[in-house]
C-alpha cells in the first residue's frame, strides 16, 4: 500500500520560511515527486516537480527562486523549501508520485496535504 506522509506545515510571517517534507512508503519503483497547493475557493496549482533521479526540476513562475524542490531516494522523502515566504503562498500544499514528471495534476498517489499560512 503507497502511502505520502506530509510535515513541515505551519504559520510563518510573511518573508519566512517552511521547510516541507514528504515521506514516501510502499512504492516499488522510483517516481517523480511533485508539489501542488490549493487555496480556499480556488483549484489545485502546481508548485513544484523532481524527477526519479532528483536531476531536474521546474517550478510554477509564482514560487521561481524563492522555492526549492529536492528528493533523498535513499531516505524516500521529497523535500519542498519555501523562503521568502507571502501571503498569497498560504494553502494546503500536497505531494504527489508519479511515473512523469508533469505539471498537470496526473500522478498516481497523493498525500492528505499540510497547510501553510502566511500572515502579513
Known amino acids: 500500500q503507497v502511502q505520502l506522509v506530509e510535515s513541515g506545515g505551519g504559520l510563518v510571517q510573511a518573508g519566512g520560511s517552511l521547510r516541507l517534507s514528504c515521506a514516501a512508503s510502499?512504492?516499488?519503483?522510483?517516481?517523480?515527486m511533485g508539489w501542488f497547493r490549493q487555496a480556499p475557493g480556488k483549484e489545485r496549482e502546481f508548485v513544484a516537480v523532481?524527477?526519479?533521479?532528483?536531476?531536474?526540476?521546474d517550478y510554477a513562475d509564482s514560487v521561481k527562486g524563492r522555492f526549492t524542490i529536492s528528493r533523498d531516494n535513499a531516505k524516500n522523502t521529497a523535500l519542498l523549501q519555501m523562503n521568502s515566504l507571502k501571503p498569497e503562498d498560504t494553502a494546503v500544499y500536497y505531494c504527489?508520485?508519479?511515473?512523469?514528471?508533469?505539471?498537470?495534476?496526473?500522478?498516481?498517489?497523493w498525500g492528505q496535504g499540510t497547510q501553510v499560512t502566511v500572515s502579513s
Open positions: 523532481v524527477s526519479r533521479s532528483g536531476g531536474s526540476t
Open positions: 510502499g512504492l516499488t519503483l522510483s517516481h517523480a
Open positions: 504527489a508520485a508519479g511515473l512523469i514528471p508533469t505539471k498537470s495534476p496526473n500522478y498516481l498517489y
